[in-house]
């Protein structure tokens, strides 16, 4: 699984970096995504976290 944000639709609510911290980190304005490839036991914390954005900024790409 690989993942990124859509940056001009994040808001920097935080709200990723608190469900998936091994994933996502918060940058000055956006957030940014800390990984390349998303490991197995993170999957599940990633699509939570693209369900509870906002702004829908988080992409997944399987
Ligand atoms: S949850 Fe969405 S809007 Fe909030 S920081 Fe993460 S990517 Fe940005």
Aim: hydrophobic content about 45%; aromatic content about 2%; overall charge negative.
């Amino acid at each position: 699984m690989k993942i990124r944000i859509i940056k001009e639709e994040c808001i920097a609510c935080g709200v990723c970096a608190d469900i998936a911290p091994e994933v996502f980190e918060m940058g000055d304005d956006v957030a940014l995504v800390k990984i390349d490839e998303v490991p197995e036991s993170e999957q599940d914390a990633v699509r939570e976290a693209a369900e509870s954005c906002p702004t829908e900024a988080i992409v997944i790409e399987e």
